[in-house]
């Protein structure tokens, strides 16, 4: 297969299928390595924006956003969906944040409480929507787009070695448990994925050692027993979100264009 052209044909599809072109721009302020946005009905144009850092592994990023946008450009109109927190979560996380520190003794001025909690749940919210449908993308490029494959291999390595970063004890000191453990879980399933998929047992080591295999493998578990459609992904997510007992402070619902 002649894949040399992939990135630019996602996002012409995208382009065709809402009628809106895309502009792409390198912005410090992305979310994560890249981040796709559609544009809402008053808005001329979607907005792809990645952090300049990944410039090298732009048409990757391209390809893996455009492959997520896709998902819920072409599920039925019924089945499309956003994840939003519930008003539980604003009352919950910061006050289980500045317990911990009280029970850690850790020195952290409580004026940074609203800040970091803000930026734990984003995060959270960010990984729960994406990482399990993330699944059902890395595949296809992994499967049908070899020349790909070097800047999907150089920037997973990269997420993968971010992740663990969650496992230090600064991060451990400053988080919750409940925090940590649903950021962890998804990390090593994701890992674990990879893991099997490239046959690279190494790729696993730290989470399991820090004990989180069998979650991880669960999560590996529910998305297998999902159909692998974009209909279902808004099932997919509601199952991790159950299992991790995110669904305590986050909730899908129809998509809001």
Not at 46 to 55: D, G, N, Q, R
Not at 112 to 140: C, D, H, K, T, Y
Request: proline share 7%; charged share 20%; aromatic share 6%.
């Amino acid at each position: 297969m002649n894949d040399s052209n992939y990135p630019k044909q996602l996002l012409s599809r995208i382009e065709s299928l809402t009628g809106k072109p895309i502009l792409v721009q390198a912005d410090e302020r992305a979310a994560g390595h890249a981040a796709l946005k559609l544009a809402k009905n008053d808005q001329v144009a979607h907005v792809l924006l990645y952090k300049p850092i990944h410039e090298s592994e732009l048409p990757y990023l391209l390809a893996s956003q455009c492959l997520l946008t896709l998902r819920t450009l072409e599920a039925d109109d019924a089945r499309r969906f956003d994840l939003t927190s519930k008003p539980i979560m604003h009352t919950e996380v910061p006050i289980m944040i500045r317990e911990h520190w009280v029970a850690q003794g850790n020195p952290y001025p409580l004026e940074l409480l609203p800040q970091i909690a803000a930026q734990f749940s984003n995060g959270l919210g960010l990984q729960l929507r994406s990482m399990p449908i993330a699944l059902r993308v890395e595949q296809v490029i992994f499967d049908q787009y070899p020349s790909l494959q070097p800047m999907q291999k150089a920037n997973i390595d990269r997420q993968l070695q971010e992740s663990m970063q969650a496992l230090s004890p600064t991060v451990k000191a400053m988080a919750p448990r409940k925090i940590i453990e649903a950021n962890v879980s998804m990390s090593t399933a994701f890992a674990k994925f990879w893991s099997n998929l490239r046959n690279d047992p190494t790729l696993v080591v730290p989470f399991h050692s820090a004990g989180y295999s069998s979650r991880g493998d669960k999560l590996l578990s529910i998305a297998n027993s999902i159909p692998d459609s974009p209909d279902d992904d808004r099932q997919l997510v509601d199952a991790w979100a159950k299992e991790l007992g995110l669904d305590e402070w986050f909730e899908t619902i129809p998509k809001q264009l």
